[in-house]
């Protein structure tokens, strides 16, 4: 078996809001998929906006994938 993913988001809160995991860190909540590109430039990984986000090898998306977020932020 390979490495484990190393990026998770979690399911969406009662506001639709996503918590986001890097190597085991929280790195942020997100409310739209752009959110993680952002967190993930801030933590340092270079490249961070050339990431697949809809990459199972990539992330573990947790209770919904990269299309289930809020209508709008409360």
């Known amino acids: 078996m390979g490495p484990s993913v190393r990026l998770v988001v979690y ?25 993680i590109v952002v967190f993930l430039t801030a933590a340092g990984l270079e490249n961070s906006e050339e990431l697949d986000l809809t ?14 977020w809020a209508e709008s932020p409360p």
């Not at 199972?56 to 289930?68: D, F, L, M, N, S």
């Open 11 to 35: 399911p969406p809160d009662e506001n639709g809001w996503r918590r986001v995991r890097w190597d085991g860190t929280s790195i942020g909540v997100a409310h739209r998929p752009s959110d």
């Open 55 to 68: 990459d199972p090898a990539v992330v573990e998306w947790r209770g919904g994938g990269p299309e289930t």
